[in-house]
């Protein structure tokens, strides 16, 4: 069903997809970092390019209302070393959706997130890309699940493990976080349900299913 929705709207919109977004996106976190890095160079700059583009609604209200989008631009370090690392993988796992899905549902998936993460904004008053990220991140997990990346530039470790720790660490602050972390949460992970929801609702069931009957044989 899904699917098939996917692709009748992919036969009437996928003019307007935007090729290679993650690129574009990843260019833009780049020279906001480097602008501000420069900006650091002064001890008398106050001003600084990222908080003039993080999610504000006190401010999006006052006629900033860039806000509402520019945030997807905020890196996500400010060391350089680390930065470089972490806009390489978002673009290596943004290309590799866009690979397997095509522009279009790519871009579907992303910005399904986005407007997740906005109205989230709107509720809350402040919103963030760090769990937009993160369901990329899974999203790549789920589809490559064997690719390996060199975990502290040195330990080869496959991407389906670190889905697996990061799937629980979200399921943790979820429930141990109050009624405004969950709201974020469950509103930035819309795209994840979206585009992944009924298969990992049914592998939980069956999984669960599996051990129960293991266990009732046992007893």
């Known amino acids: 069903m899904l699917n098939q929705l996917l692709d009748k709207l992919e036969r009437k919109f996928r003019r307007f997809s935007i090729s290679n977004l993650m690129l574009y996106i990843v260019l833009g976190m780049a020279i906001f970092a480097i602008a501000d890095v420069i900006l650091m160079t002064n001890p008398n700059n106050k001003v600084f390019l990222i908080n003039m583009i993080t999610f504000d609604r006190a401010k999006i209200m006052q ?13 996500p370090e400010f060391n350089m070393i680390f930065l470089a690392f972490a806009l390489y993988f978002y673009w290596m796992m943004g290309t590799s959706l866009e690979h ?3 522009s ?12 997740g993460c906005i109205i989230a904004g709107f509720i809350l008053g402040y919103a963030t890309n760090y769990y937009l990220y993160i369901s990329l991140f ?4 789920i589809l490559f699940p064997n ?12 991407v389906k493990w670190l889905g697996l720790i990061s799937a629980a660490g979200l399921a943790g602050v979820f429930i141990a976080g109050g009624f405004q972390t969950r709201i974020f949460i469950l509103l930035s992970l819309a795209n994840l349900i979206l585009f992944f929801g009924k298969d990992m609702f049914s592998k939980i069931y069956y999984t669960c299913r599996r051990y129960y009957y293991k266990w009732k044989s046992n007893k």
């Not at 006629?63 to 905020?74: T, Y």
């Open 104 to 115: 279009f549902k790519f871009n579907l998936f992303y910005f399904t997130g986005v407007i």
């Open 100 to 102: 397997q899905w095509g």
């Open 147 to 158: 690719v390996e990346i060199m975990l502290f530039f040195f330990i080869p470790v496959k």
């Open 138 to 141: 899974l999203a790549f997990a």
């Open 63 to 75: 006629g900033e209302v860039w806000r509402v989008l520019s945030f997807v631009l905020v890196p």
